[in-house]
């Protein structure tokens, strides 16, 4: 626990201390009138992505919970998690002008042209597993989906996805020093790759370029969040172009680039160990619910959308059925604006 205690910013969830001293309702600002508004409820509902509800619970430290809501193990931030990126772009001389579209499906306004590739991950998934490491990866890609001019060779992507393990030292916490532009602390990320996600890197890297290369494709670059396996680079281009793009492409393939940030309020059976039980529901805080990524204790080589989902629908109707039986009711409050 701290001694000193952060000075409440806005945007945070609010804590009833007159009653079970669990929070019942939140502060927000409106972002075109810059008006604080107050809400209240019997429950509150964390669901504004990994990163953001870490935030907005560390941001919501108080008296009754100095180190912020649900941390009173200190684990609220940790074992943060993104995935390991890779990705090989290439050109197609057996096929040049842009791929047109299939004709069968009906055209959908939101998406491009068919052509997505998905190899699902393959490894330690028998009865011998990998020596060297654990997990996997997973590949997916697009093939004449990219516009070309006429006679130009079309276009293909494939990149890796790796799963990144969760470490301890990974973590979401605060910039002491740094805030938004409503006045909130924002938030401090530490993401490194540890030594299994490093080999997955590696082995993404490896199979991208043997897959490229057996299939005749040429080779404009392939890299990953440790920089591109070759210097040779897009052999079309002239020294000028190569070297920016050298540059420019270390900022795309930085860690986060994945953006399917998982983890730090983890799920699980024990209190000590994690910071919601089974329905996302903050061990801490009974009315407390966090059912984004940010409860995920692994990641995986694919989007977390669709687990999220289904946590959130889970999470749902657990609290419809509790606070139907008076588990999460409070007295009645107004709403204030």
């Known amino acids: 626990m701290t001694d000193e205690l952060p000075v409440s910013p806005h945007c945070r969830v609010i804590v009833d201390n007159d009653y079970q001293g669990d929070p019942d309702g939140a502060v927000f600002i409106d972002r075109l009138t810059k008006r604080e508004h107050r809400v209240f409820a019997d429950v509150v509902v964390l669901c504004a992505s990994t990163i953001e509800s870490i935030r907005l619970m560390l941001n919501s430290a108080c ?9 009173s193990n200190g684990l609220l931030g940790r074992y943060f998690m993104d995935q390991t990126i890779s990705l090989a772009f290439c050109s197609v001389p057996q096929f040049p002008g842009y791929s047109k579209a299939d004709t069968l499906p009906p055209a959908d306004p939101f998406y491009p042209p068919a052509g997505g590739i998905l190899i699902p991950r393959y490894e330690n998934l028998g009865p011998e597993p990998e020596r060297d490491f654990v997990r996997g990866i997973s590949f997916q890609g697009a093939g004449g989906r990219f516009p070309v001019p006429d006679d130009y060779p079309t276009s293909f992507g494939l990149g890796g996805v790796g799963e990144m393990l969760p470490s301890y030292e990974n973590r979401i916490s605060l910039n002491s020093r740094r805030r938004d532009k409503w006045g909130v602390p924002i938030a401090h990320i530490r993401c490194r790759l540890g030594d299994n996600d490093r080999i997955l890197v590696s082995r993404q890297l490896r199979a991208l370029r043997e897959m490229t290369q057996h299939a005749g494709y040429q080779v404009n670059f392939i890299g990953s969040v440790l920089g591109l396996d070759s210097n040779q680079v897009w ?3 002239d020294p000028l172009q190569r070297f920016i793009f050298r540059r420019v492409i270390r900022m795309s393939l930085t860690m986060g680039a994945a953006i ?10 024990d209190p000590r160990m994690s910071v919601v039980n089974g329905v996302n529901q903050a061990w801490d805080i009974p009315n407390l ?3 984004d990524g940010a409860s995920f204790v692994s990641n995986s080589t694919v989007g977390p959308a669709l687990t999220i989902m289904a946590l959130s629908a889970r999470a749902a109707a657990f609290i419809a059925e509790a606070h139907a039986g008076g588990q999460l009711a409070k007295p009645t409050q107004q709403v204030s604006y």
């Open 63 to 71: 008296h009754r919970y100095p180190d912020g809501l649900g941390n």
């Open 235 to 237: 052999p079309d281009y």
């Open 260 to 269: 399917h940030e998982c983890g730090g309020a983890r799920m699980g059976n």
């Open 289 to 291: 619910f966090v059912p």
